[in-house]
């Protein structure tokens, strides 16, 4: 079965989708909804990689300068390309798809890229292989600082195997921020296995509480989301097969931290210091912690780790320790306007 589904994503996204004109919801992103200091980076990119992205979100983080990031399910490179010019010489961005047809359009234009940054040599390598795979591509234990996915962890059919690999990569404090599909409540399996439901990112969407369940069982017990949107079907056909199920799409961030797996509070005090050049006034962590500049803002223990043990260490001056627990604290995440509460752990 798994690799059933394997074969019909390779076919929808290598054969039917000629474009991202092609898809028939509202899930994919477009450029006007891109944050603004990522926009004038994407216009560097080619227009046959840009035509050719299928992601429903923007997940690329502040602070990538010279750290090492890997891109799950890269497609023609989109998001490998936007990186490539965050993380400069000194750092590198490998990208990871099984879709051979994606993979020849990204490498054919490693060295136009290149030319068009100004980079010498090449900080960019591309993969051919499956996301839950990543070991049998020589990618290391604790050697990514940085790991995006834009709507592809959906269409995998071992999820579980996709999060252990990402979070065996991942260097303890490195952060995994992904956009994908996500529902208010299960697909059914004969949906699942539908071919254009599935290449969609519909029928592969993640149940919320499965995810966290998920993530939870291979020892990350916190995550944090970041922005959320309801997706809109406009076809016809496929309302007809899943318009009893609310789909949105979020872009969710996790550390390897040690977490606790509710939000405990020590009397953490956290200040941001405003100097993150894309963010000199606040800092959005999640949809309910803005900090801004200079300004005292309680937060629980989880989010001090977030703050203190990642590559935001040096933007924050976090007070306070862990030898007083003052018990559960109170946090007020926001939900979507859905028939069931989708919310993180805090």
Not at 158 to 180: M, Q, T
């Amino acid at each position: 079965m798994n690799e059933q589904i394997s074969l019909k994503v390779q076919e929808y996204y290598g054969e039917v989708l000629q474009s991202n004109k092609d898809i028939k919801t509202s899930a994919c992103c477009q450029l006007d909804s891109v944050p603004a200091h990522l926009r004038p980076l994407i216009t560097n990119i080619h227009p046959e990689v840009r035509s050719k992205s299928y992601g429903c979100g923007s997940p690329i983080p502040y602070c990538l300068q010279g750290k090492t990031a890997l891109d799950l399910g890269c497609g023609t490179g989109i998001d490998v390309y936007t990186m490539s010019q965050l993380v400069g010489n000194d750092g590198k961005v490998i990208g990871v798809d099984m879709t051979e047809n994606q993979l020849k359009v990204a490498n054919q234009y490693i060295d136009y890229h290149m030319k068009k940054f100004g980079f010498e040599k090449p900080n960019v390598t591309f993969h051919f292989g499956k996301i839950e795979e990543l070991k049998s591509l020589g990618i290391e234990d604790n050697s990514i600082d940085v790991i995006t996915s834009n709507c592809v962890i959906n269409l995998s059919a071992n999820k579980e195997a996709v999060f252990k690999e990402i979070f065996r990569v991942l260097k303890p404090g490195g952060e995994l921020y992904f956009s994908d599909v996500f529902s208010t409540r299960r697909v059914p399996e004969h949906l699942a296995d539908d071919t254009v439901i599935l290449g969609e990112c519909l029928g592969g969407a993640m149940y919320l509480e499965d995810f966290r369940r998920t993530i939870n069982k291979i020892g990350c017990a916190d995550f944090r989301i970041t922005s959320q949107s309801a997706i809109s079907i406009d076809d016809p056909e496929i309302f007809k097969k899943v318009g009893m199920i609310n789909f949105c799409s979020m872009t969710i961030r996790a550390f390897k931290c040690d977490f606790e797996d509710i939000c405990e509070n020590y009397g953490h005090v956290a200040y941001y210091l405003g100097t993150i050049p894309e963010a000199p006034h606040s800092f959005i962590l999640d949809d309910h912690h803005e900090f801004k500049t200079g300004m005292p803002v309680p937060v629980c223990g989880n989010t001090a780790i977030m703050l203190s043990e990642t590559r935001f260490t040096e933007h924050f001056r976090v007070e306070g320790d862990f030898s007083t627990h003052f018990g559960a604290f109170e946090c007020n995440p926001n939900s979507l306007n859905h028939d069931a509460k989708l919310a993180s752990c805090c």
